[in-house]
């Protein structure tokens, strides 16, 4: 065996292994999962998701330095390439998780030769070609008798070393749910996700009800709050919209044993939620390079298969970033312009540290996932021209036009949502109103996980397919510990009453809830219902009451289902309550 050949096997062999140890403490951490909730560890959940979501990126690093210098010079390391990647496909073909693998290969080799586009002598571009089944994933359960007594068998099979409070107890509950919504005599049983998935303060348990009539999403949410001796089982969610709020893309990713096949869960989990895409599927169990993954191959699909072209997104012009998207996509670019307008004050990397913030942070259900690309090509006859134009007068650090070619250098893409200014335009004055409403509310949500917006302006929110209301833009987002509420002061005399500049000294991170509704743009019923739901959030105390649970490492819990759909009693009380982040100020 000549060098040659020895270096390609061992230049595989580093990317191997560094994918071997990304894949085991990604795996550890995820088992922590279980044991924090059982134990109520609750901050310990928290900083386990955050530094699960930092390996990838640290190990890629490592193996970059590493093969820069066992390969040398970049000349000879891209000509040997093309073997230490037919090595590397050899090594992993036979794993269970052999998109991953994939995947960061392609991370390693797009960082190493710092790749424009995509190269496919260098990094994978096609799905592997392996089979899917849900077979080894899914735990079928058969009713013999009552649905009760099918139940019975599931929670007998999914269970903690701490014990449930009163089982018999949620197990009517659940079965009385159930029957409300199906015959009984219809139900024939369940298929459910052998894992359990965790995030937060919950584990949920997540399948399909399957009936003579067909299948319907299964989803229970466990409980191991401190007020209570035991587990509870908190809901049933029986629609595909609820079960699609839980795995929202405004919500943090989940943990799941993973000892299983991922593409295998992800299919399950599709057959769970047909309208959810795979890359959503896949980041919300945790795999967020490979969602990228899967997110670009249906760009390049959506572009070798439409005449549209980029465009400005709807909405008001962005005073950070330039918008664009194509008229049927569900999805947006967003890219940092060289010079933010008055008055922001913040930099680029500012803005950038913004958007990792809310990428490792709790988003409540709240916060649109920002995927980040880096050195995309597009030909240029794909922008239109007006948009091309604003890229090249105001996003040159970011975007360079190179003959037909259009170089991105640096990227957001986010989930595409209705602008709430624009919603509220639109729609009939009964869904603007549940829309203000639910805007009041997402602040509240916000607020509970320890976020301040910064900027409250309707534009900077949108809505959801399922009418949620949802922030996406980061550039003024802080926490609310790093805030000061203050009251405005009273003006001494005329001429400070009617200054058009503030009279009295503002500092940063100084915050006036008072001034909120004067810019909030809301006018007549909208205003008053507004004030009436949501009037504590133009009060100080408000968010000084805030800031101390907070600091008293206070966790409130923000549920991805509505407060009604709590099956004990006191469990919606205290939902209301939560929800409502501290009442007692509406």
């Not at 991953?100 to 797009?110: I, K, N």
């Not at 602008?419 to 009041?440: F, H, S």
Request: proline fraction near 4%; hydrophobic fraction near 40%.
């Amino acid at each position: 065996m000549d060098s040659q050949a020895i270096s390609s096997v061992a230049g595989a062999q580093i990317i191997c292994d560094a994918f071997t140890r990304w894949s085991n403490e990604f795996h550890a951490l995820t088992e922590n999962a279980r044991s924090r909730f059982e134990r109520r560890e609750w901050q310990g959940a928290q900083q386990d998701s955050v530094n699960r979501l930092a390996l990838y990126e640290r190990l890629v690093k490592q193996c970059v330095s590493l093969l820069s210098l066992q390969l040398g010079d970049t000349e000879v390391a891209r000509k040997r390439w093309p073997q230490i990647k037919d090595a590397f496909h050899h090594n992993v073909e036979k794993r269970n998780d052999v998109e991953l693998a994939l995947t960061f290969f392609s991370s390693v080799a797009r960082r190493l030769f710092k790749t424009v586009g995509i190269d496919p002598e260098i990094e994978f571009l096609d799905k592997p070609n392996v089979s899917v089944s849900t077979e080894f994933v899914v735990r079928k359960f058969k009713r013999t008798e009552s649905v009760a007594e099918l139940l019975v068998q599931v929670f007998s099979t999914y269970s903690f070393s701490v014990p449930y409070e009163n089982i018999e107890r949620d197990t009517l509950l659940v079965a009385e749910e159930i029957k409300r919504k199906v015959a009984e005599e219809t139900i024939e049983g369940l298929e459910v996700a052998v894992p359990l998935f965790f995030r937060n303060k919950a584990a949920y348990l997540v399948g399909q009800l399957i009936t003579t009539q067909g299948r319907m999403p299964f989803v229970l949410p466990f409980l191991n709050d401190a007020k209570r001796d035991g587990v509870t089982i908190d809901a049933v969610l029986l629609t595909e919209d609820d079960a699609s709020t839980v795995f929202s893309f405004t919500r943090s990713y989940f943990s799941a044993r993973p000892v299983i096949t991922p593409r295998e869960l992800v299919a399950f989990l599709q057959l769970v939620m047909p309208r959810k895409p795979v890359s959503d599927l896949y980041i919300s169990i945790g795999y967020h390079k490979r969602a990228k993954t899967e997110l670009y191959r249906s760009l390049l699909h959506r572009l070798d298969t439409t005449e549209e072209k980029f465009d400005f997104a709807p909405g008001a012009r962005g005073m950070v970033m330039i918008v664009f998207t194509m008229p049927s996509a569900d999805f947006v670019f967003k890219v940092l312009r060289d010079q933010f307008d008055y008055p922001k004050l913040i930099t680029r990397q500012e803005v950038m540290a913004k958007y990792q913030f809310v990428f490792e942070h709790d988003r409540a259900g709240r916060l649109i996932d920002a995927q980040e690309f880096t050195y995309l090509e597009f030909e240029r006859q794909l922008f239109s021209e007006q948009l091309l134009e604003e890229l090249r007068l105001n996003a040159t650090e970011s975007v360079e036009v190179r003959g037909e070619s259009v170089v991105v250098r640096h990227l957001y893409t986010e989930r595409y949502v209705t602008p709430l200014d624009v919603y509220l335009r639109e729609v009939e004055t009964e869904l603007a109103i549940q829309a203000v409403l639910d805007y009041g509310a997402a602040v509240r949500d916000l607020a509970a996980t320890g976020i301040f917006p910064g900027d409250l302006l309707l534009k900077n929110f949108g809505v959801t397919r399922h009418g949620r209301v949802v922030f996406y833009d980061y550039d003024e987002i802080s926490m609310i510990t790093d805030c000061r509420f203050r009251r405005l002061p009273k003006p001494r005399d005329m001429h400070e009453e009617l200054a058009a500049i503030p009279w009295f000294a503002v500092n940063e991170g100084d915050v006036f809830p008072e001034e909120f509704q004067s810019f909030l743009g809301l006018t007549g019923e909208l205003r008053n219902k507004f004030i009436s739901a949501h009037g504590c959030l133009l009060d100080v105390d408000f968010w000084v009451q805030m800031q101390e649970e907070l600091r008293a490492g206070t966790l409130i819990d923000v549920f991805p289902y509505s407060s009604d759909k709590h099956l004990l009693a006191s469990e919606r009380e205290q939902s209301a309550n939560s929800s409502e982040a501290l009442t007692k100020y509406a």
